[in-house]
């Protein structure tokens, strides 16, 4: 399904918080690089589709009714076999009933698992005077302690998006600091111009979160994508 697509109908089902799968199908028509994902209806089929992923896996709650997927322990990572799937598919159910009997299933999403680096977030929150305002910063404290984040208002030129990654102070950690590695610039700079696009060309949406994006020497992967409509 095309973005206009999948926005109608979360929008005729009065949703107003994407899945996961739909958010990072938006991002797959916008280029933004994400963790190959199959949605799994069952046990049997999540163990399949862990084999055809690729062992280390992820597993992830997918539900209309479940935001903040960690916060009910919706998201194990690092399982490394057929077993660990099993476990997990149960344990993750688990969780989830326990914190919300109500909780609308749609299935788990079994994920490649990203290795971990440098994690960088992508925001973009709807101004009511400038309109579409991207975010940009570096993962954890950085951005939720101190509040390092570059700001533009969309939709921004290459330019811009080079400056927003330059003028976060955290900025000398991406160009390689004691053990961690150069990070991919050019990879982010490009997400921004990508979600730039993507958020000008569909303004129902008033929220977008990337968070994280795993970004390495040669490449960056989106982790988790949250998109919220107006
Ligand atoms: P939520 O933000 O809804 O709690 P996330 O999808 O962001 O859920 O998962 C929580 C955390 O688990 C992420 O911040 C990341 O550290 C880790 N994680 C999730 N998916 C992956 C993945 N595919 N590869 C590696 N780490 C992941
Ligand atoms: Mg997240």
């Keep these: 399904m095309k ?84 476990n997990g598919y149960t344990k993750i159910m688990r969780n989830v009933k326990m914190h919300n009997e109500k909780a609308r299933i749609v299935g788990v999403l079994v994920q490649e698992m990203a290795p971990p680096s440098t994690e960088v977030i992508v925001g973009m929150t709807k101004d009511p005077q400038f309109g579409q305002a991207l975010m940009f910063g570096l993962g954890g404290i950085f951005v939720e302690v101190l509040k390092d984040v570059a700001f533009r208002i969309a939709p921004i030129t290459a330019d ?31 997400i921004l111009l990508a979600t730039s696009k993507l958020v000008m060309e569909h303004d129902e949406i008033k929220e977008l979160d990337l ?7 040669k490449g960056a992967k989106t982790v988790d994508a949250r998109i919220i409509l107006e």
């Excluded at 929008?11 to 938006?26: F, Q, S, V, Y």
């Excluded at 927003?164 to 490009?190: C, F, H, Q, W």
């Design 211 to 217: 968070n994280p994006i795993m970004v390495y020497r």
């Design 160 to 190: 811009e998006a080079c400056e927003m990654i330059n003028e976060v102070k955290a900025y000398p950690l991406l160009k390689g600091y004691r053990g961690t590695p150069p990070a991919d610039i050019e990879a982010i700079s490009k």
């Design 3 to 86: 973005a206009s697509q999948i926005i109608a109908k979360a929008l005729r089902e009065e949703r107003k918080n994407l899945l996961e799968t739909e958010a990072k199908a938006i991002c797959i028509e916008y280029g933004i690089p994400i963790t190959k994902f199959k949605l799994a209806k069952d046990k049997a089929e999540a163990v399949r589709f862990a084999d055809a992923v690729g062992y280390p896996v992820v597993l992830k709650i997918v539900s209309p009714d479940i935001i903040h997927k960690s916060d009910v322990g919706g998201v194990l990572v690092d399982l490394r076999n057929a077993k660990d799937v099993r």
